[in-house]
């Protein structure tokens, strides 16, 4: 009689849990440059961010040798330059703009897109100082509105940050025309249907001391005039706005009207956004 032979157990049976995988790393939507200045730059984005052209075209140029780098004529694909690298496109020196971060406490009474009338004022007047480079606002801000407003010449990081499927975090203080009654408010927390689709705020409560006329707001939402419709949708009307939080950037120490350039960690921070 042989001996009967059982089956062999498996690692999950003796109890051996499997491997964790490892977390995705987020792709951080900044230059690497902005976290190490000294690293190395793709040659088809050095031209591409000196304004020539896009990288795409850059690269039908670096491969018919119209780039040099440090005298040598480089029709490598993928080549790159290190920060102190002679560039030059057609005998010309090119110098990549640094990217510029911008944050304004606008004022209420500041056109964000601009106007076609010259006498009315936008927020562009109020950063004209800030740098010497072309900066855009992030997103909009309507003009009775207050608050953070975000400048940059980083058109990926813009981007990112204006996604409509993404959102951003933002807190509003909000003061309507009249009381914000608590079934209304409830109403809010459940999701307000507007003629876009369903908007889901983060929080809603009353302020603290104050008439319940004056609500705090935290939304995702980068619809254009989402808080406004909002309260429209209940028969209120908004009559003071203000954005005292974006991304996680806030107004401490930002006088209205006043600006200030971001830090590293800042803008690193906004780009794992």
Do not use: W
């Not at 062999?8 to 792709?27: I, L």
């Not at 203080?173 to 009381?179: F, G, K, S």
Request: aromatic letters at 6%; proline letters at 4%.
């Amino acid at each position: 009689m042989t001996k009967r032979q059982g089956k062999k157990k498996t690692k999950k049976e003796y109890g051996v849990p499997k491997p964790h995988k490892k977390p995705a790393t987020k792709k951080v939507a900044v230059d690497k440059q902005v976290k190490n200045p000294d690293a190395k730059m793709r040659l088809n984005k050095y031209i591409a961010n000196s304004g020539i052209c896009s990288r795409r075209d850059a690269d039908i140029y670096i491969k018919a040798g119209n780039v040099r780098v440090n005298g040598e004529v480089v029709t490598e694909m993928g080549y790159k330059v290190q920060p102190d690298d002679e560039v030059r496109f057609d005998g010309r020196r090119i110098t990549p703009e640094r990217k510029e971060y911008v944050l304004l406490n606008k004022p209420s009474g500041f056109y964000v897109t601009g106007s076609l009338e010259r006498s009315n004022r936008t927020v562009m007047d109020l950063v004209a100082n800030a740098s010497k480079s072309k900066l855009s606002p992030v997103g909009k801000l309507e003009t009775s509105a207050m608050g953070l407003l975000l400048f940059t010449n980083d058109g990926t990081l813009a981007m990112n940050l204006a996604n409509p499927k993404k959102g951003i975090r933002q807190i509003y203080d909000v003061e309507l025309n009249r009381n914000l009654d608590l079934s209304d408010l409830k109403k809010i927390e459940e999701g307000i249907v507007l003629e876009d689709g369903k908007v889901h705020v983060n929080a809603i409560s009353y302020v603290e001391n104050q008439s319940k006329r004056n609500v705090g707001l935290e939304i995702h939402s980068t619809k254009p005039h989402i808080v406004q419709r909002m309260f429209k949708k209940l028969n209120y009307e908004v009559v003071r706005l203000d954005r005292v939080v974006f991304g996680g950037l806030t107004k401490k120490d930002l006088p209205r009207g006043h600006y200030r350039h971001l830090n590293k960690q800042e803008v690193i921070n906004l780009g794992m956004i």
